[in-house]
């Protein structure tokens, strides 16, 4: 199984750093989530990220994770010559992330 079999995410950026809000489709989804997805996990599955940090916040009522990646966006929108400056592609990588046999 993958995250996206669980999980939508949506994203967005401020600067050189990119936000991913993972949301489960279900409350069981959300206990797998939090399990699953961790800081770590995310840093391992997109290893070409120049990440300061990594810093995952829980919102229970929302059945979601939201993940803030300092430093992700090589400078940010205005000075970055990256093919996704806003880094909207980040949070279709991160689907694919395996999330089984945890």
Avoid at 45 to 68: D, M, Q, S, T, Y
């Amino acid at each position: 199984m993958i995250l996206r079999d669980i999980a939508h995410v949506r994203t967005g950026d401020k600067g050189d750093t990119s936000q991913i809000a993972v949301f489960a489709h279900s409350a069981t989804d959300y206990a797998l989530l939090l399990q699953a997805v961790t800081a770590e996990r995310i840093a391992r599955h997109l290893p070409n990220l120049a990440c300061k940090r990594i810093v995952r916040f829980e919102l229970p009522g929302l059945h979601a994770l939201n993940f803030v990646l300092e430093g992700a966006l090589a400078g940010g929108v205005t000075r970055s010559l990256a093919l996704d400056p806003h880094g909207k592609t980040l949070g279709a990588q991160l689907l694919d992330m395996p999330v089984e046999g945890l």
